[in-house]
């Protein structure tokens, strides 16, 4: 099964730039990486996708290495809003996989 | 545009008990999914649905799980009988097709007693 990993944890200054990584190396060539976020006991939220290309959106920008084994997403300017589990997904394979715990420290 | 509902947000049944979900989608998404989340552990594929037919169900714990998708519309994911280890919240989500990004619903949070 293709799976995902990311790191567990990570913290963030407020107002900073958040980094979160992602592992997919066995990503199949037509399957797009989706990030999603859960805050607290809310349902998954869409974040942004992509397949080959780096994307922006209002919320944030997705880095997708020329392998496309990794990602990264970039939240610009991190708020105490931003705290949230946040998921990497190759959805075609419908795996989320524990995401990452970041904590927006003020 | 309204979101993907669920029904309830909250149950809790003894065990043996049956308990159907409801999942209604976003109002022309062909594709909807079912997930749950099991306490402690990460977010689990149960099944997708394309209009009212499964195209994969490859997710589904055992055959105390039915779910169904009566004209392509709402669906319902039927626990009978439930156990302690059905606990856990269950998300739905629905989508246009492939490419696009899911729309999750807020959740049911079951606990089997």
Redesign the interface.
């Known amino acids: 099964d293709a799976k995902t990993t990311q790191p567990t944890s990570m913290d963030c200054a407020e107002g900073r730039a958040a980094n979160l990584p992602c592992n997919h190396s066995t990503i199949s060539g037509n399957e797009?990486v989706?990030w999603?976020r859960?805050i607290h006991?809310?349902?998954?939220?869409?974040i942004i996708?992509g397949l080959k290309n780096n994307e922006t959106n209002e919320m944030a920008s997705l880095i997708i290495t020329e392998d496309r084994k990794s990602s990264t997403l970039i939240l610009p300017h991190a708020t105490l809003r931003d705290t949230a589990v946040y998921?990497c997904a190759p959805?075609?394979q419908?795996?989320?996989?524990?995401?990452t715990s970041l904590t927006v420290i003020p | 545009e309204a979101g993907?509902t669920q029904f309830p947000s909250h149950s809790v049944i003894e065990k043996g008990q049956t308990v159907t979900l409801r999942c209604d989608p976003i109002s022309g998404h062909d594709n909807l999914?079912w997930?749950r989340r099991v306490m402690g552990?990460?977010?689990?594929?149960l099944l997708?649905f394309v209009k009212e037919s499964k195209q994969?169900e490859s997710?589904m714990p055992n055959n105390r799980f039915l779910a169904e998708r009566t004209g392509g519309t709402y669906s319902t994911l039927k626990v009978q009988p439930a156990e302690l280890e059905d606990s856990g919240?269950y998300?739905c989500?629905s989508s246009q097709g492939?490419?696009s990004?899911?729309?999750?619903?807020?959740?049911t949070?079951l606990t089997v007693v």
Do not use: C, M, W
Request: charged share 15%; no cysteine.
């Open positions: 797009y989706y999603y859960q006991s809310q349902g998954p939220q869409y996708h998921y959805l075609n419908f795996y989320f996989g524990t995401g | 993907v999914y997930y552990k990460e977010i689990k594929f997708h994969d997710g919240v998300f989500a492939r490419g990004g899911y729309t999750f619903g807020s959740g949070r």
